[in-house]
């Protein structure tokens, strides 16, 4: 009898004990994350999967890299795992279970933390797939930098450059700031004084219902890939640019004085002032972006016919895509053959130009393009009174980009920060204490790090 | 003397039943438990894909505390968050479900519809906490429906804005989980109030007692063990809130609570700490674990039934 009680007891504790616990892997994420949508038929058994976190690589994979290689495009598996934010949270368990049959064997990896996959075990050096340095003699440098680990391999390979610009939005211009010309404009964005200035004669001249940006985040790309120093040193001690202050009191100044409407990047609120008229709806006149922005996020029918390109006070760039194939890659010649398609050759590479008009990460695919004469017009987005030429404009932002200062843990880093600019604007902290948290938020998510 | 068998032993066979349960709950759930205490021992962290971890004893504790050089007891804040949240969630929902559950149980009001009633308040639990979330997210935020017509009718100051609010973020992610569990609250506390003898009513309507009378000295008293119930587990899932906190308003990556990290839960904490240092996870799932512990143990003390352990007591020497 005694035995059964003391059965019956053990049996109760231990599950009352579960309902207390919250064990480190069962933490249930699940609902939080958003469902990974797939194309293709991952059983089969030469299937050949692709991971990305938006359809950007399924585009190109479905237009002109089914035209070439049809044999090869019917083999793929595409994952989207529906956004950026959980990317590295999946697709870090999936890396670690080769046996899983959605296992990558080739995936995207987005700039802020492609040094992260670059710098792991879980990708190959592409000299192992047969790519040499002569197919990547047309690539532009900081993107060479971007995908080579701390000895120079390199294991992850880019498709696009992605030179920042301001866009600015020809209506509200010619409205609001009295011109449409592309010098005049650049002159009021040339450096970040003139920018606030601009902002204010905005402001003023609309009464507030249109703005210079959305919010004062349009700066912060601009800020912080034109940075001198990374978020740490050599000796993994956090630095912090004096860019980063900068950033920190021009949003200030933007908050204080109600230059934008303190919008986040990538909100609905965002997004809803690209579609406003700037009289009876809010709307900001000009986006911080770079090619991909233009035919990826800047679509609305606002902007179509209406886009400006200026360049920004300093350069500086956005994003972009890596292409690394996996450890335990399946087919290391398909790998090989799609990210030569992607990233090395001409061809193919004017031809992705020709689907998005992006801006190729190979300098003599798009010396052909301008030839060609092909987007020119941004496909149909470049406002044409301007006499702007969409691949041309973007030539002397993309020469010389310094990507240096990217750091394996910038996404998570940008995000501490967003967090502390915030509470700095809104007047919850001084500066100085500001700054001291968030080196202190970054040494307590990645102890490695130390504040010194 | 050995007692001798009689009759099949039909015991073996409920073990049986419960085994699954009890396997899958060994493998699945005690087995990580154990682990977590382990890990918090270890310094293990992860970068760039490979994993470091050695032996540190207790100093994630220190860590996780602020106790060791240069560490900041970031836990201690986000168990601030993760209470304030939760109390500003369960007192209104306590009163407001005690409310419903003595209308709605009431025989003598005799209220139409209750079983409608019943239905539609426990819905909102149903509905995924993300699409919650994300529901109350576009009607709060800065330029949300709410939010404007609160400031068109001048509830609100002009500028004001939820997000970027400690109190308004806070407060709305409380309302969220209010309106989200007080329909389960009123229906626990409604088989409660079943549970109670009527006679005892009848009694006390002869002797005079009025309605809140009745339940001050009736309802409350006798309702005392399902209270426990549902402020213990309320407790337990309240410092465990994750979904709602962590998409509500957080930073682009979740992991940050909005505005200037106080509405950061523990258990986003632990998620953030989790990509990069899981030691330090561990640990903090540890001082959760006992923090869980400790409150639901003072619950159960002050609030268990003193009267019936003192007659149990008295019982027990009679027997001797």
């Given at each position: 009898m005694k035995m059964k009680k003391f059965v019956a007891l053990m049996m109760a504790a231990a599950t009352a004990t579960s309902l207390f616990a919250f064990p480190v892997f069962a933490a249930d994420e699940a609902e939080t994350e958003p469902e990974n949508v797939i194309t293709g038929d991952a059983e089969s058994d030469d299937a050949f999967?692709?991971?990305g976190w938006n359809d950007d690589i399924k585009k190109i994979l479905d237009g002109p890299f089914a035209e070439a290689h049809p044999d090869e495009y019917s083999r793929i598996v595409f994952?989207?795992?529906?956004?950026?934010?959980?990317?590295?949270?999946?697709?870090?368990?999936?890396?670690?279970?080769?046996?899983?049959?959605?296992?990558?064997?080739?995936?995207?990896?987005?700039?802020?933390?492609?040094?992260?996959?670059?710098?792991?075990?879980?990708?190959?050096n592409v000299a192992d797939l047969g790519i040499t340095a002569d197919d990547c003699a047309n690539m532009y440098q900081y993107n060479i930098d971007l995908g080579s680990d701390a000895d120079g391999n390199m294991r992850a390979m880019f498709w696009q450059a992605t030179p920042g610009s301001i866009q600015v939005r020809a209506d509200l211009a010619e409205k609001y700031l009295g011109t449409t010309d592309p010098t005049e404009l650049a002159a009021k964005f040339a450096d970040y004084d003139t920018i606030l200035q601009t902002a204010r004669d905005v402001n003023a001249a609309s009464g507030g219902t249109c703005k210079l940006f959305s919010g004062y985040d349009e700066l912060k790309r601009i800020l912080m890939n034109s940075r001198t120093v990374g978020f740490y040193d050599d000796s993994d001690v956090i630095t912090l640019d004096e860019n980063v202050t900068k950033y920190?009191?021009?949003?200030?100044?933007?908050?204080?004085?109600?230059?934008?409407?303190?919008?986040?990047?990538?909100?609905?609120?965002w997004y809803a002032n690209m579609d406003g008229d700037g009289e009876t709806s809010n709307a900001a006149l000009a986006y911080f972006g770079c090619p991909w922005f233009t035919y990826w996020s800047l679509t609305g029918e606002a902007w179509k016919g209406q886009t400006i390109l200026v360049p920004t006070p300093a350069q500086t760039f956005w994003g972009g895509t890596g292409l690394a194939a996996t450890a335990n890659c399946a087919d290391t010649e398909l790998a090989a053959t799609i990210m030569k398609f992607f990233t090395c050759e001409t061809d193919s590479m004017v031809a992705i130009n020709a689907l998005n008009a992006d801006f190729v990460n190979n300098k003599e695919a798009v010396a052909k393009i301008i030839e060609s004469g092909a987007s020119a017009d941004g496909n149909?987005?470049?406002?044409?009174?301007?006499?702007?030429?969409?691949?041309?404009?973007?030539?002397?932002?993309?020469?010389?980009?310094?990507?240096?200062?990217?750091?394996?843990?910038?996404?998570?880093?940008?995000?501490?920060?967003?967090?502390?600019?915030?509470?700095?604007?809104?007047?919850?902290?001084?500066?100085?204490?500001?700054?001291?948290d968030l080196k202190a938020a970054i040494h307590d998510t990645y102890s490695y790090l130390s504040v010194e | 003397m050995k007692k001798k068998k009689k009759g099949v032993s039909y015991g073996k066979y409920g073990y049986m039943f419960i085994a699954p349960f009890f396997i899958a709950y060994l493998l699945f759930q005690l087995w990580p438990l154990i682990n977590t205490f382990y890990y918090s021992t270890l310094e293990y962290y992860k970068r760039n894909g490979r994993e470091f971890s050695s032996f540190a004893g207790i100093q994630n504790f220190l860590n996780v505390f602020g106790l060791a050089p240069g560490e900041k007891a970031y836990v201690l804040q986000y168990l601030g968050n993760t209470v304030t949240m939760w109390v500003m969630n369960f007192i209104p929902q306590i009163l407001v479900s005690l409310l419903l559950a003595a209308w709605l149980s009431n025989q003598k009001i005799k209220l139409k519809g209750t079983g409608a009633v019943k239905v539609i308040i426990y819905l909102p639990s149903i509905i995924t906490a993300a699409s919650v979330s994300v529901l109350f997210h576009a009607l709060f935020s800065q330029y949300g429906p709410i939010t404007k017509t609160l400031q068109n009718i001048g509830i609100i100051s002009p500028t004001y804005d939820f997000m970027a609010s400690t109190m308004g973020t806070r407060g709305l992610i409380s309302l969220i989980l209010f309106w989200m569990w007080y329909g389960n609250t009123t229906l626990l506390?409604?088989?409660?109030?079943?549970?109670?003898?009527?006679?005892?009513?009848?009694?006390?309507?002869?002797?005079?007692?009025?309605?809140?009378?009745?339940?001050?000295?009736?309802?409350?008293?006798?309702?005392?063990?399902?209270?426990?119930?549902?402020l213990v587990t309320s407790a337990i899932g309240g410092l465990q809130m994750y979904d709602i906190p962590a998409l509500f308003n957080p930073t682009s990556t979740g992991l940050v609570g909005q505005p200037n990290d106080t509405s950061t839960s523990v258990t986003m904490y632990i998620m953030r700490l989790y990509n990069s240092d899981v030691g330090k996870a561990a640990t903090v799932s540890v001082v959760l674990?006992?923090?869980?512990?400790?409150?639901?143990?003072?619950?159960?003390?002050t609030m268990g039934d003193k009267e019936e352990k003192r007659l149990a007591k008295a019982e027990r020497r009679r027997a001797k």
């Open positions: 999967v692709v991971w994952v989207n795992t529906g956004g950026s934010d959980y990317y590295q949270t999946k697709l870090d368990a999936v890396l670690d279970d080769p046996s899983n049959p959605l296992y990558p064997d080739l995936m995207g990896l987005e700039v802020d933390y492609v040094q992260k996959y670059v710098g792991s075990d879980w990708v190959m920190f009191e021009l949003a200030k100044t933007m908050y204080d004085e109600e230059l934008t409407y303190n919008t986040a990047q990538w909100s609905a609120d149909g987005m470049l406002y044409p009174d301007a006499g702007q030429n969409f691949i041309e404009f973007y030539l002397p932002q993309a020469d010389g980009i310094d990507a240096s200062t990217v750091t394996a843990e910038d996404q998570t880093i940008l995000s501490l920060l967003d967090t502390q600019v915030q509470a700095f604007t809104t007047g919850e902290k001084e500066l100085d204490v500001a700054l001291a | 506390l409604i088989s409660g109030i079943m549970g109670i003898d009527p006679g005892l009513y009848e009694a006390a309507d002869i002797d005079g007692a009025g309605g809140w009378q009745q339940f001050r000295y009736l309802t409350l008293p006798l309702l005392k063990p399902i209270m426990l119930y549902v674990f006992a923090v869980t512990l400790v409150i639901s143990l003072i619950l159960f003390s």
